[in-house]
């Protein structure tokens, strides 16, 4: 069956000496698997390993054979030229870090629109921004609405959160909690869109201790989480 759709390169890695194996995670079909042969070595063909960097948003023309785990593209071109995601050091480590993540939690070949155009508008806004220390944090919060487990916001006047339960409490004392200064900033983010981030101003170690945060929440919210590895680099940068 012919596709054609918008798609976003999640990860690319090299496949023996010329080929390439991509994930795209696309408008209409969910995350998919291609096999790109000789792309490595060929100057003439259509598919060019530059298409192919994290998070570039395409156009794409493939062929979907059914159960074959690596699908066949046909044609990709650009569908939106960044102006600063792949030039920055910090976007670009924003980035491999967002990928990271997005591979875990992701489901093979299962569309859902509405997470399509939430991932396109926060690269969108990215790459557009250029004060975004909270880009990663506000993006895995905003990211559990399509996996099924934001924040149940009742009761917000407790003065915790458990973690664990994903709703506000009080008198939790095990340990997998939000509270004290640290719960304001998390309230803070609550509902709020990525233009919102300049208003808040937020210490370097309150930060880094809500990052710490999410990443609890999505090991005990997402099945097989584990901690990405790119997180040491982010430490690093806005250390």
């Not at 074959?68 to 030039?87: D, I, N, P, W």
């Not at 803070?188 to 201790?209: A, M, T, V």
Request: contains cysteine.
């Amino acid at each position: 069956m012919q596709i054609k759709t918008e798609a976003i390169v999640i990860n690319s890695m090299r496949y023996g000496e010329a080929d390439l194996i991509v994930k795209l995670y696309t408008k209409h079909e969910g995350l998919v698997s291609y096999l790109l042969r000789g792309v490595l070595k060929s100057k003439k063909g259509k598919l060019k390993p530059s298409l192919f960097l994290p998070f570039s948003i395409l156009s794409i023309d493939a062929v979907h054979t059914p159960k074959a785990s690596l699908k066949r593209l046909m044609e990709a071109k650009l569908a939106f030229h960044y102006e600063s995601l792949h030039q920055s050091i910090v976007k670009n480590s924003l980035v491999a870090f967002i990928a990271e993540i997005l591979l875990q939690v992701l489901i093979n070949e299962e569309p859902d629109e509405s997470a399509y155009k939430f991932i396109k508008e926060s690269l969108l806004w990215l790459d557009s921004n250029k004060e975004v220390s909270m880009f990663h944090v506000l993006f895995l919060l905003e990211f559990t609405r399509f996996l099924g487990c934001y924040p149940d916001q009742s009761n917000n006047e407790l003065m915790q959160f458990n973690i664990e339960e994903a709703c506000f409490t009080v008198g939790n004392k095990r340990g997998y909690v939000i509270e004290g200064e640290l719960l304001i900033a998390f309230k803070s983010l609550l509902g709020i869109k990525f233009d919102e981030l300049k208003r808040i101003s937020l210490p370097k170690n309150i930060r880094k201790q809500l990052l710490d945060k999410m990443l609890l929440y999505y090991s005990f919210h997402v099945a097989g989480f584990k901690k990405p590895k790119s997180v040491a680099v982010l430490e690093a940068l806005f250390n």
